[in-house]
């Protein structure tokens, strides 16, 4: 284990989360593929004219339901498998696969604790205004199963980051991934198309872990968990299919370490 630990591995989830013990993770947090169904090379515009790129990459396709769910119910018993029985699992999602992952996670038999709304600030309103606007993502919260009842969750604190009171709300707004923290390519396009902002990842570190604990992520992206996980000083490691993604990881981690010191 400990010589994975500070890596993003370049490979298949499926396969690389074999390689980590049983019982040895304290966080996850997963941002799996949405399964969109979007249809291939659709463009929209904003109002300003500007291009919107919508999430149609081939990491975001499945033949059908029945492929999507499978591939869920396989890494997600990987992440029960790895979980310490005091630790906790955060997954995120949208619409399209929040429901199928949450019944996924219940029939293998893991425990909610609580649902946590993600609610995006500035999400871009309904171009055709044929429905509401999506502004929102849901995180599951869980533990491995029912007896786990002695999982990490910084009560204290997150009562301190609230102002001394109860830090009551499950609606967490933060607005989304953009300016100076939004990665870019070389042409200025986003060099990954979701993601995640650090605030978002940074409430659930700290609420759900300790310095020293270890932080895993199955679909590292563009490294935002290692970001948080290093500033907060957890230990962590990952995993990306895309070598694409992978060196912008590895490089966005290497910047960010040079920063430090
Ligand atoms: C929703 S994105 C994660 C974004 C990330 N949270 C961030 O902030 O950048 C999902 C990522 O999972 C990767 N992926 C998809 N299937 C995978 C698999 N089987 N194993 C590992 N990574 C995978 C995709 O390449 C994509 O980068």
């Known amino acids: 284990m400990q010589k994975l630990l500070s890596t993003i591995i370049h490979g298949d989830c499926l396969i690389e989360m074999k390689k980590i013990p049983d019982n040895s993770v304290d966080l996850i947090f997963a941002d799996p593929p949405y399964y969109l169904q979007l249809p291939k090379g659709k463009r929209l515009k904003r109002s300003n004219g500007t291009e919107i790129i919508p999430v149609d990459n081939d990491w975001d396709s499945f033949e059908s339901y029945d492929h999507y ?35 996924i996670m219940q029939n293998l038999g893991m425990w909610f604790l609580n649902d946590v709304i993600w609610v995006k600030i500035d999400a871009l309103p309904n171009l055709n205004g044929r429905r509401f606007t999506n502004n929102h993502e849901t995180l599951i919260w869980s533990v491995k199963n029912k007896d786990c009842k002695r999982y990490t969750f910084n ?16 609606d967490w707004i933060f607005g989304l991934c953009k300016g100076n923290e939004r990665l870019k390519d070389e042409n200025g396009i986003k060099a990954h198309p979701t993601q995640k902002p650090l605030k978002l990842i940074q409430q659930i570190v700290l609420a759900a872990s300790n310095k020293g604990d270890i932080v895993f992520d199955p679909f590292m992206g563009s490294g935002t968990t ?36």
């Not at 009560?155 to 499950?170: A, C, F, R, S, V």
């Not at 299919?241 to 010191?261: G, H, I, M, P, T």
Request: proline share 1%.
């Open 69 to 103: 769910d499978a591939f869920t119910q396989a890494w997600i018993s990987e992440c029960q498998r790895i979980l310490k029985p005091t630790g906790t699992f955060w997954v995120i999602g949208m619409y399209h696969n929040i429901f199928r992952v949450g019944t």
């Open 155 to 170: 009560y204290e604190l997150m009562k301190k980051l609230n102002g001394g009171k109860q830090m009551k709300d499950t």
């Open 226 to 261: 290692a970001i948080v996980a290093e500033a907060l000083g957890r230990k962590w490691l990952g995993v990306e299919r895309d070598e694409k993604y992978v060196q912008l990881a590895r490089n966005r981690v290497r910047d960010f370490s040079k920063k430090k010191v």
